[in-house]
């Protein structure tokens, strides 16, 4: 069984802080690339942020960049999203992904969390 399971998220007030924890298991994460993305109400699915490869860098979206920073603990095999200066529009539901090849070679993997909850208001 793979998945992902996020956790971390909760309410602040505009300006504070948060970081999101992605926690895999089943499979190696370090082996796959990784996604975060978010849903606030009302509104379609946004990807925020990425990491792909082993030598790759972080990739954001222009509402996140500068703010949020993905990191990623092989170790662990957990990935992670610091977020500072959190603003309203912050405020949706954030979901960890991966995607990745089995090492058996012909299934990809496109795994999905539950999502864990930010609230940013005064």
């Known amino acids: 069984q793979v998945q992902v399971v996020e956790s971390g998220g909760g309410w602040v007030q505009p300006g504070g802080s948060l970081r999101l924890s992605c926690s895999a298991s089943?499979?190696?994460?370090?082996?796959?690339?990784a996604y975060w993305y978010r849903q606030a109400p009302g509104k379609e699915r946004e990807e925020i942020a990425s990491?792909?490869?082993?030598?790759?860098?972080?990739n954001y979206a222009d509402s996140v960049r500068d703010r949020f920073t993905m990191s990623r603990d092989i170790a662990k095999n957990m990935v992670f999203l610091q977020m500072a200066g959190l603003k309203p529009e912050d405020t949706a539901v954030y979901y960890c992904?991966?995607?990745?090849?089995?090492?058996?070679?012909?299934?990809?993997?496109?795994?999905w969390g539950q999502g864990t909850q930010v609230t940013v208001s005064s």
């Open positions: 089943g499979f190696t994460f370090s082996r796959y690339s």
């Open positions: 990491f792909t490869g082993v030598r790759g860098s972080a």
């Open positions: 992904n991966a995607k990745g090849w089995r090492l058996e070679g012909s299934q990809f993997d496109d795994i």
